[in-house]
């Protein structure tokens, strides 16, 4: 298996992990099971659309690092008009007939080119410090301290959080939902990040102390 997909496997795992804990505790919330069941295809779909981005951009970093550049040779702007292809074709393709979507990126285009500078930033890392035959973990220790690592993650996540709560001004349901859909938004975004915070502290232990997350890919 290659480093990229190496990277985009760990990827996957670990944002697997997090929408499925996500998606369970706002099903906890009974006012919000109606709203969720309605949304619910949606956010599946929205983590495969985020996974094909990631990928998207440690493709662009393995690039460069293999011919020779600096990280600061990637324009994020670049991979960032590379996005929205994406998210067009995701928008073409979803069968929504109870909310339409108009993505609106002045909403949100400043956190998406954070995220992809996070995204590269670590690619770079574990591949400048990633030797032949060496397992993802070892070279996740040797790249980062614990401490740092987890605050990296959190970042990360934190921006993925941020941009699908932005994500709400460019979705109307075309029902009495869309009279909610703040509130769902809203407690969309505390579930997502208080998430996010436990499941980055799980998956660093995971991989410097060798418990925590079960979605750490040994390889």
């Known amino acids: 298996m290659s480093k990229v997909e190496i990277l985009c496997d760990n990827e996957k795992q670990m944002m ?124 996740v220790r040797s790249a980062y301290t614990e401490e740092r690592f987890s605050e990296i993650l959190g970042e990360v996540l934190h921006l993925y959080n941020l941009e699908t709560k932005m994500l709400s001004n460019s979705i109307t349901f075309h029902s009495a939902a869309n009279k909610i859909k703040d509130i769902f938004a809203e407690k969309l975004f505390t579930t997502m990040e208080r998430t996010a915070e436990q499941l980055a502290s799980e998956y660093t232990r995971g991989i410097y102390q060798g418990k925590g997350s079960s979605c750490v890919n040994r390889i």
């Open 16 to 139: 697997f992990e997090f929408s499925r804990r996500c998606i369970g505790r706002l099903n906890n919330h009974l006012p919000l099971k109606f709203f969720l069941s309605l949304f619910q295809d949606f956010l599946d779909a929205n983590v495969l659309k985020e996974l094909e981005k990631d990928r998207l951009v440690i493709e662009h970093a393995a690039v460069a690092f293999e011919d020779g550049k600096d990280r600061t040779d990637v324009d994020v702007h670049v991979i960032f008009e590379g996005t929205k292809k994406i998210d067009a074709a995701f928008v073409k393709k979803l069968p929504a007939p109870v909310f339409s979507i108009e993505v609106k990126y002045d909403d949100f285009a400043e956190v998406r080119k954070r995220r992809i500078a996070c995204l590269l930033n670590m690619a770079f890392d574990l591949l400048e410090n990633w030797k032949e035959e060496v397992p993802f973990i070892e070279t």
